[in-house]
């Protein structure tokens, strides 16, 4: 599915509606009109090449659209300002380098509030103060999603799905704390403040410096690639209690809990529960046995089992984690039933949880 895109002759074009609030972001500078749509040639006649060129265009007007909606009043968007100038044809400190250019003062005539010539100039909006200051060489702000979505450019990011949702914790956990902000305006209480919301939910020192090895490079990236005078707030953090060992082992079920929780099983009858019941019978870990494919169960040999072993969907914690284990009790009835269900996968409604 390509959006906006439109065969002329042998070229593909993009068309597009503007939205009647956003269209002074495309105003000429050499005129008044305000246009209703963007036509312009994506100079391609490759189909391919032309959906992922308006793919970008699409999600870069999206992202322009929304943060001029989004505005705040109190301060200025970075996103917004860097788009407002790339739609009058300008960069980043186009005005410092060439600041005989026509296009400059054309700009700055239609975007900064207008006055009559015997008034003062009205005072500027954080946003178009910010505009004007990239416009003639000023720093940009870059923000922590600026940061993140270069890391994740560079190839730095998590490389399977279970990384991605370690990141994902770690990081929203961060926003929640900070917010967006611009990467000058983290600091070390922001950082100890991660450590204390970790701790204070019950979560172990080992646990607390995964979440940590998520946020730091990150931020360390932003800082480098950004050319920032600043140090990491994350690096060299104390996580309290690290060095009173691992915490104390969890008791196991008694015969008497996992017959309940087995016959819990049998009268629910779905997929979570046919998991719980091979988890209970098997002693396999959860991220195994979710993530186990058809082709793994052997309900038709001698001694019913299941080849725990790597797959598209999940690895396993160690190389000696493959191994066969055979399937008894529950754990025979959940394999039978959930055999009985559509796809390749034994628990295809359930998400895998990756290494365990």
Request: net charge positive; hydrophobic share 35%; with cysteine.
């Amino acid at each position: 599915m390509c959006k906006h895109l439109q065969l002329k002759g042998n070229t593909y074009y993009y068309r597009r509606r503007v939205p009647s609030d956003v269209r002074k972001l495309h105003k000429a500078p050499n005129t008044r009109k305000t246009p209703e749509q963007l036509f312009f040639s994506l100079k391609t006649s490759d189909k391919a090449e032309a959906c992922r060129r308006a793919d970008s265009h699409t999600r870069r007007l999206d992202a322009l659209w929304k943060a001029y909606r989004e505005r705040h009043e109190t301060e200025g968007n970075a996103q917004l300002a860097l788009a407002t100038l790339e739609a009058a044809s300008l960069k980043p400190g186009h005005a410092k380098l060439q600041p005989d250019d026509p296009t400059i003062d054309n700009f700055l005539s239609y975007y900064l509030p207008s006055h009559e010539p015997y008034e003062p100039r009205p005072a500027l909006t954080p946003q178009e103060q910010l505009t004007v200051d990239i416009l003639y060489g000023e720093k940009i702000p870059r923000t922590l999603s600026d940061a993140k979505e270069l890391h994740f450019e560079l190839g730095k990011g998590p490389k399977n799905r279970v990384g991605e949702q370690q990141f994902d914790r770690a990081w929203n956990l961060l926003l929640e704390i900070t917010g967006d902000i611009t990467l000058d305006n983290l600091n070390r209480e922001h950082a100890r403040e991660f450590v204390r919301r970790l701790v204070d939910n019950g979560v172990g020192p080992e646990t607390v410096k995964r979440y940590l090895s998520q946020v730091r490079p990150v931020i360390r990236t932003g800082i480098q690639e950004f050319e920032l005078s600043m140090t990491n707030p994350f690096d060299g953090l104390t996580i309290p209690n690290r060095d009173e060992g691992p915490r104390k082992p969890r008791d196991t079920y008694s015969m008497a809990e996992l017959d309940v929780i087995q016959e819990k099983c049998r009268q629910t009858d779905d997929q979570r529960r046919w998991a719980i019941a091979m988890l209970s019978d098997t002693g396999a870990r959860l991220a195994e046995v979710i993530g186990l494919k058809k082709g793994d169960v052997f309900l038709d040999a001698a001694v019913p089992y299941i080849y725990i072993r790597p797959n598209e969907l999940r690895g396993l914690k160690t190389k000696g984690s493959e191994r066969k284990v055979p399937l008894v009790g529950e754990a025979l009835w959940a394999a039978k039933r959930a055999m009985e269900i559509k796809g390749n996968f034994l628990f295809s409604l359930l998400p895998a949880q990756g290494h365990q």
